[in-house]
């Protein structure tokens, strides 16, 4: 192979797995934001992912706001508007399902109320795909816009070597870079985010403080669903889509959750971009079938080598 085309091929798959990466990596803050502060596996978090994209489509296509603000614009909008619908699904499922299984109400009890969430969340999980197959159909959906089959040309060494960035993808990558800094600064710098450190690192010692766990736990099951819901929209403008689409997802989420450490939100950001990068560099020396595989051989490894994640501390929380 001609030197030139292999280092090419190696930046740009270095490019690409950067930026679904950072996408890999938004969804993994929003699971990683429940588990840390409810202490709640939930496995209808792929779900609230499916939701977005049809959230975003909706928006962009019914609404309107595609034609308002543009292909572009327009769809970055629709993924922050679907963001705010799953953010109240998500408040009054936890206020219907999970209130009475999580929190101090379960507190002593056997297994701390694991068994019910578990039970509760997969079968959310299977309610939201079977509704949304009933409601959307199972026909593929993508939200369509002219960035997701156009490309930038980046050239790197003159003429000779030239590293092209596709627009959607590319586009989604910033906009997924700005949610993870607005969340990162919201949990370490305001009042609400304070609040949800309380509850993640001792409920009852946060109540004794004054902090209401119910509403910490609301706000964190909540904003979990809509951080993971945006990520779903953005992917929507590239990557076709229907009412199981969340089984796509669901592993690389809880992978890199562990990778960058339980209980580290953070952490889970750079665990998303750790599977993006192995997901694609894998492919230069073996066939495409094999990236998923080759994700949990080097899971396996650094689990092995490094049992708290990569990022993470035994005792770090949120």
């Not at 219907?96 to 694991?114: C, D, F, I, K």
Request: aromatic content about 10%.
């Amino acid at each position: 192979m001609n030197a030139y085309v292999l280092i090419e091929n190696v930046l740009q798959a270095l490019y690409t797995g950067l930026v679904v990466g950072c996408i890999y990596g938004l969804m993994c803050v929003g699971l990683a934001l429940i588990f840390s502060v409810m202490r709640v596996i939930n496995f209808a978090q792929g779900e609230f992912l499916m939701l977005g994209m049809y959230a975003a489509l909706f928006c962009f296509a019914q609404i309107g706001v595609g034609a308002l603000l543009g292909p572009g614009v327009g769809a970055v909008v629709a993924s922050l508007l679907a963001g705010v619908i799953v953010f109240a699904i998500g408040a009054i499922l936890y206020d219907v399902l999970l209130r009475p299984v999580t929190g101090l109400s379960v507190a002593g009890t056997e297994g701390e109320g694991h068994y019910p969430q578990l039970t509760l969340t997969l079968g959310l999980s299977l309610l939201l795909q079977n509704g949304g197959l009933i409601a959307f159909g199972s026909s593929p959906q993508t939200i369509r816009t002219p960035l997701s089959s156009s490309a930038w040309e980046l050239p790197v060494f003159g003429q000779d070597i030239s590293l092209f960035l596709n627009k959607a993808r590319t586009v989604a990558c910033i906009v997924t870079l700005a949610v993870a800094f607005a969340v990162a600064i919201f949990i370490n710098r305001s009042r609400h985010g304070k609040m949800l450190r309380a509850a993640a690192d001792n409920a009852e010692a946060a109540t004794y403080m004054g902090i209401r766990v119910t509403r910490a736990h609301r706000l964190a099951f909540a904003l979990g669903a809509a951080i993971s819901a945006i990520a779903g929209g953005l992917v929507a403008t590239y990557y076709p889509f229907q009412p199981y689409v969340g089984l796509e997802f669901i592993i690389v989420m809880y992978a890199g959750v562990v990778l960058g450490g339980m209980g580290s939100v953070m952490g889970a950001f750079w665990g998303g971009i750790t599977i993006g990068l192995v997901q694609q560099l894998s492919t230069l020396v073996l066939p495409q079938q094999l990236q998923n595989a080759t994700i949990f051989v080097v899971f396996l490894l650094i689990i092995l080598l490094r049992p708290q994640g990569l990022f993470g501390r035994n005792v770090e929380r949120v």
